[in-house]
């Protein structure tokens, strides 16, 4: 079959405008994004600028321009910068982004620092967990509710504050997305913290949200930033309290205070994400300043399995309430079992004891790879792990050196929604117990670092604040 011809900006026009029967900027959009679609406007084809299109069709500038963005978002069209504006070609189904590139170089290196996995640490046996969801007489029950009463009082002494409003989740992305879908709408802005997680980022694409980023501070995110944020009028706001995926920042007891103070005459929900919750003895929240608002998300499969994927949502009861019902539109709500299997791994006597000495283990793999990158002249800021967050020069540069020696980390821009000032990798901090010297001396010999003596000759920029 023949590729059909580009067209021009002056025959690109001329088709638009005869197809084009309303003068609005979706009207605008839908046209174009049809004629594309259909191949009338092939890849590689030249669209008028916002200018000439605006005049030509006798609409706004503005009105084109919004039409032109909600084509950037679809991945259809891209500006260049001197180039002009070009036909990228049919849209593509919504695909993680982040999430596919992960997979696919993480799949194919067999040493994998970028995603946080122990593989040497096998979490507690499951068999007396199944055991005991097997022997549970509300198994096979043929109506589901939000948790089960087990899983509820389980999560509940590991919960930063005080609720009697649970459900159960296939995991904390699980939970966030079913939240976003909940209250988001295409268009909506969602205030988020900078860096985030990756998948979180890929979710809100997935929405049709803007990413609204403002940058976490060693004592929590941005509070001047946040105050500006919220002039956008968003309809969510995500952050990680305890813990961030993946610098490992944490809140303190002011940014509690300083942040609900900010926040309270506001109405928007605010989603409280933690991924390695029993890491931290210390849990901080916002519900105890505002619990009609905020919704604390919880995961636990870092310390019992990636099978054990289960997380724990409570908080607000309006949207705990919004998410279960958007549930009830399907069978997606977590099998008993698995709830059952949680509920027992969390407070049986050995489980605990076995999560105590994973998570010392884990600290200590952390703290002995950390201390190794600062001999190794790296510039690093003290946190719980099991994240390290490091600075390089370029991190393009630095994930293509390591994966020559079959080592994956992921390059920082996964993790923010727009460009950054200071390039980073992340790496799982507790990935390996052996060679942690070494392999801190690869990735400074990888950022171009002249080590000697287990030392490096130069350093890099000091981190930022």
């Known amino acids: 079959m023949t590729t059909p011809a580009p067209l021009d900006g002056r025959a690109s026009i001329q088709l638009i405008q005869s197809r084009l029967t309303l003068r609005s900027a979706n009207a605008l959009a839908r046209a174009i994004l049809d004629l594309i679609a259909a191949e009338e406007l092939p890849a590689q084809s030249q669209l008028p600028t916002v200018r000439d299109l ?85 198994l096979h029950n043929t109506f589901a509710g939000p948790i089960t009463p087990e899983l509820a009082a389980a999560a509940a002494s590991y ?91 944490a809140v303190d007891d002011a940014w509690i205070e300083a942040a609900a103070t900010l926040l309270r005459d506001e109405a928007f929900p605010v989603f409280e994400l933690s991924q390695t919750a029993l890491m931290r003895p210390v849990q901080r929240s916002l519900a105890g300043r505002l619990p009609d608002r905020v919704v604390h998300m919880q995961a636990y499969n870092f310390f019992f399995g990636a099978d054990l994927r289960v997380a724990v949502v409570g908080g607000a009861p309006e949207y705990i309430d919004m998410m279960w ?9 977590v099998s008993r079992l698995l709830q059952f299997a949680l509920a027992f791994q ?22 002995e790879f950390c201390q190794a990158l600062t001999r190794c002249g790296f510039d690093l800021e003290p946190t719980a792990g099991p994240h390290i967050w490091l600075p390089v020069p370029d991190e393009h540069s630095v994930c293509t050196r390591l994966s020559r020696d079959g080592i994956v980390v992921h390059p920082g821009s996964f993790f923010q929604a727009g460009p950054a000032v200071q390039h980073h990798v992340h790496i799982n901090g507790a990935a390996l117990i052996l060679g942690i010297d070494k392999m801190a001396q690869t990735i400074a010999e990888a950022c171009q670092m002249r080590v000697t003596g287990g030392a490096a000759a130069n350093t890099l920029p000091t981190r930022p604040s």
């Open 54 to 138: 605006a005049a030509g069709l006798g609409m706004s500038r503005s009105a084109v321009a919004q039409a032109w963005k909600a084509l950037s978002s679809r991945h259809v069209i891209e500006t260049r910068r001197r180039g002009g504006t070009f036909v990228l070609g049919p849209p593509q189904p919504p695909r993680a982004r982040r999430y596919d590139s992960m997979v696919r170089t993480s799949s194919t290196m067999p040493i994998d620092l970028g995603n946080l996995r122990t593989d040497d640490l096998p979490p507690p046996d499951l068999a007396p967990a199944l055991a005991y969801a097997l022997g549970n007489r509300d």
């Open 159 to 249: 919960w930063p504050f005080d609720t009697n409003h649970f459900l159960a989740t296939h995991g904390i992305i699980d939970a966030i997305e079913l939240a976003l879908a909940s209250v988001v709408r295409p268009g909506d802005r969602v205030i988020i913290e900078s860096p985030s997680q990756a998948r979180v980022l890929d979710i809100l694409e997935s929405v049709g949200a803007t990413a609204i980023p403002i940058e976490y501070r060693p004592d929590g995110p941005d509070l001047d930033q946040l105050r500006v944020a919220m002039i956008s009028k968003p309809s969510a706001m995500i952050y990680q309290p305890n813990g961030n995926v993946p610098s490992g920042r």
């Open 325 to 333: 019902l958007r549930l009830t539109y399907s069978s997606r709500w």
């Open 346 to 367: 969390l407070t049986d006597d050995v489980a605990i004891r076995h999560t105590k000495d994973f998570v010392t283990e884990c600290k200590r793999r952390h703290s």
